[in-house]
Structures are given as structure tokens and as C-alpha cells.
């Protein structure tokens, strides 16, 4: 069964319009209108309009398309926040925060019309956020799936623990893993597809393919075609075998 794949876009709504553009273009190609496009996560922060990234995928889900949108470490950083901005996540280390111009989160809020400045008081900064940022946004980020598994291949964002069943795998690990994953050669039971560790270009490592191509930091937005174990980067002159 053939899968379409889109990596991490962390607020760039353009680059995904085009990455949905090639996957239009290749579906032509092959007369498939309904194999599942995975997005593996990371659909906010550091980009200019995570907002509009949000609203994208929303209408697209309501109008039918076959979109499967998995949650990223910095879309369950921004729904926390959302929910409770004092607290801090275990995983990030004690100096930061969703709001730090490092992990991003300020530019999520801009892309609101929210007045989002580092020193600003983070109490005032939360009101203006829950009134800005629609309700139907809020509920729709919660509810994202962790992983998906289709047959030979297992999507997540940011991999899995080596040695653990798909079906065992926890919420720290499927959104935030790397050195254990990245670093471990052996076979995990099906092709896992997933983001989070930006490199310069999708590669496939023989286990495991990574889609982040470092949209967070100027790269562009990747997508994939699928097809068994093997995978393709749609590219504007058709598909680069990834290997």
C-alpha cells in the first residue's frame, strides 16, 4: 500500500502548501487519490504561521482528505501551555520553556495576533492567548494521535525505544527519543517514519527514514512517497529515490 509522508513544519504554512502540492502532482502520476498522507508532527513554533498551519490541516481533515496529522514535541509543548503555563516539562531542561526564543512558542502566539514579547507577564500573556486562539484549535491539537502503523511501517515523531513493541511504546519516547533510536542499526519490526532530529535532507537509513530536513532553522518543508519499504522525495522533477 502505498503511503504519502510530510516531515516536521514547525510554522511554515507555505512550504506545506507546496509539500501538499507534490504529493497532488505525484498522485496524478499514479492515479492514487487515496493513499494516507502522515504528517509526523512539529506543526508549530519557530516558523511565522503555525496559525495558519493549524487552520490548513483542520479544513483539509473536514473536507475528506486522507490526512493523518501526528502530535509533535512542540505541538503537546504548545497545548501544555495552553492548559498551563507555569508548568514545566520534564523533558526540556530547567532553563526552559515553550516561550523561549529557542524552542519557538513566542512565534506560534504572533501568528495569532497575539502580542507575544519575552518580557511581557506570563499571566497576561496566557489571557490574550486563550482569548485569541479559537477553541476548535485547542481541542483539535489534544486529540492528535501519538503513532500510526500501516502493515511494514510505524510513523512517529520522533521514533521509538529500541526493543519495546509498537503497541508498548510511551508517549516520552514516541515525541522526543534520539541518541537510543538514532544510533541503534538493528531491525524494528517495520519501516519507522519520523522527524524530530533535523538533518539537511531526508535520508533512509535501512530501519528507520527521517523526514525533518530543518524547516525549523531555514530547511525546506520534505515529502515522501512510500511505496513497501522503500521511499521516494517528491521532488518538482518527480521522485529522488531515498536511500
Known amino acids: 500500500m502505498r503511503h504519502y509522508a510530510i516531515g516536521d513544519i514547525h510554522g511554515q504554512d507555505g512550504l506545506l502548501a507546496a509539500a501538499h502540492a507534490l504529493i ?3 498522485r496524478a502520476r499514479t492515479g492514487d487519490a487515496a493513499a494516507p498522507v ?3 508532527g512539529d506543526l508549530v513554533d519557530r516558523g511565522p504561521t503555525s496559525a495558519q498551519v493549524i487552520a490548513r490541516l483542520i479544513a483539509g481533515q473536514a473536507a475528506g482528505a486522507p490526512w493523518i496529522v501526528l502530535k509533535g514535541n512542540h505541538d503537546l509543548l504548545f497545548q501544555r501551555w495552553l492548559e498551563d ?3 514545566r516539562h520534564p523533558m526540556l531542561r530547567a532553563e526552559m520553556s515553550w516561550t523561549h526564543p529557542r524552542v519557538g512558542g513566542l512565534t506560534t502566539l504572533r501568528s495569532y495576533g497575539v502580542m507575544a514579547e519575552e518580557d511581557r507577564p506570563l499571566a497576561a500573556l496566557h489571557a490574550e492567548a486563550l482569548a485569541a486562539i479559537p477553541q476548535a484549535h485547542r481541542d483539535w491539537l489534544a486529540a492528535l494521535p501519538l503513532s500510526y502503523a500501516a502493515g511494514e511501517l510505524f510513523f512517529a515523531h520522533a521514533g521509538v525505544r529500541p526493543g519495546v513493541a509498537f503497541a508498548a511504546q510511551v508517549e516520552d519516547d514516541l515525541l522526543w527519543i534520539r541518541g537510543d533510536f538514532l544510533e541503534d542499526p538493528r531491525e524494528h519490526g517495520a519501516l519507522v517514519i519520523h522527524g524530530h532530529s533535523h538533518i539537511d535532507r531526508a535520508t ?5 527514514l527521517n523526514l525533518d530536513s530543518s524547516a525549523g532553522y531555514g530547511g525546506p518543508v520534505s515529502a515522501a512517497v512510500i511505496e513497501g519499504r522503500q521511499a521516494w522525495l517528491l521532488t518538482p522533477e518527480g521522485r529522488v529515490l531515498l536511500g
Open 24 to 26: 497532488a502532482e505525484d
Open 204 to 208: 533512509h537509513y535501512g530501519n528507520r
Open 38 to 40: 502522515v504528517h509526523i
Open 85 to 87: 503555563p507555569f508548568a
